[in-house]
């Protein structure tokens, strides 16, 4: 089931808001599957060693899949653009749902980022779903 969020996602993402004090989401949290998360935990292992060592203060509000992309509204410097930028293009090449290496795709007007095991599973839950 696409979407689904797991019981050991939920704690994931409750950790990572209660570790990295950066992260001040807005309602919708984290707007994207399980197979991004660990991309995110590291980016923000990276991002709390720039503010211990820097002493910087910034905040993500937002982290979303866009277009198959993972984006974030953040107000960080430089140094964290880098490193949220670093996380963008891995998460770019990497399964939204599953966490193994993927690619852009494209159907109907919608993209997203999945890999070939991923997308099979898709395609045949959506045709199990709408049958011709």
Same mark, same amino acid.
């Not at 004090?21 to 991004?36: N, Q, S």
């Not at 953040?74 to 963008?88: F, L, M, S």
């Given at each position: 089931?696409?979407?689904?969020?797991?019981?050991?996602?939920?704690?994931?993402?409750?950790?990572?808001?209660?570790?990295?004090?950066?992260?001040?989401?807005?309602?919708?949290?984290?707007?994207?599957?399980?197979?991004?998360?660990?991309?995110?935990?590291?980016?923000?292992?990276?991002?709390?060693?720039?503010?211990? &060592?820097?002493?910087?203060?910034?905040?993500?509000?937002?982290?979303?899949?866009?277009?198959?992309?993972?984006?974030?509204?953040?107000?960080?410097?430089?140094?964290?653009?880098?490193?949220?930028?670093?996380?963008?293009?891995?998460?770019?090449?990497?399964?939204?749902?599953?966490?193994?290496?993927?690619?852009? &795709?494209?159907?109907?007007?919608?993209?997203?980022?999945?890999?070939?095991?991923?997308?099979?599973?898709?395609?045949?839950?959506?045709?199990?779903?709408?049958?011709?």
């Amino acid at each position: 089931m696409w979407g689904y969020i797991s019981d050991d996602s939920f704690r994931l993402r409750r950790r990572l808001q209660q570790r990295y004090k950066f992260l001040k989401l807005d309602v919708h949290g984290f707007e994207c599957a399980d197979g991004w998360l660990p991309l995110i935990e590291e980016m923000c292992i990276k991002l709390d060693a720039i503010v211990k &060592r820097d002493h910087i203060r910034f905040s993500i509000h937002r982290i979303r899949e866009k277009d198959g992309r993972l984006g974030f509204f953040h107000n960080g410097t430089d140094a964290v653009y880098e490193i949220i930028d670093e996380a963008r293009t891995k998460a770019s090449q990497t399964c939204e749902q599953c966490g193994q290496p993927g690619e852009l &795709r494209y159907k109907a007007g919608w993209y997203w980022t999945e890999c070939d095991t991923c997308l099979m599973i898709r395609y045949l839950d959506e045709s199990l779903k709408y049958p011709k």
